[in-house]
Nanobody, 126 residues
């Protein structure tokens, strides 16, 4: 599966952005999807993930209550709605796909995800 992330940009603290990740292929609905981010000089970290039905959606503590992940399987797209943005949310945001072979667990570690998009930059000014 190929992934294309979009929707990043420059926003003031307290503002909102919605990221999109469009996937190719007819098996999108079978993948668990995740959003990760990487700030300059830091390791890539988990943000949110979603199972195939959208029922299971774990979040990083740092974004819980502010970010919402969702998916539209008919459009082969996963979204990340980001509200109440803070300067510390500044990072390159990546979407990723996990084929979750042999497990129903929605995983939160980058190495569990086989496919990655190119990333979209989010900059939050104070």
């Amino acid at each position: 599966v190929q992934l294309q992330a979009s929707g990043g940009g420059l926003v003031q603290a307290g503002g909102s952005l919605r990221l999109s990740c469009a996937a190719s292929g007819r098996t999108f609905s079978t993948y668990f999807m995740g959003w990760f981010r990487q700030a300059p000089g830091k390791e890539r970290e988990f943000v949110a993930a979603i199972n195939w039905s959208g029922i299971t959606t774990p979040y990083a503590d740092s974004v819980k209550g502010r970010f919402t992940i969702s998916r539209d399987n008919a459009k082969n797209t996963v979204y990340l709605q980001m509200n109440s943005l803070k300067p510390e949310d500044t990072a390159i945001y990546y979407c990723a796909a996990d084929s979750h072979q042999g497990t129903s667990v929605v995983r939160t570690t980058p190495r569990a995800y086989e496919y990655w998009g190119q990333g979209t930059l989010v900059t939050v000014s104070s």
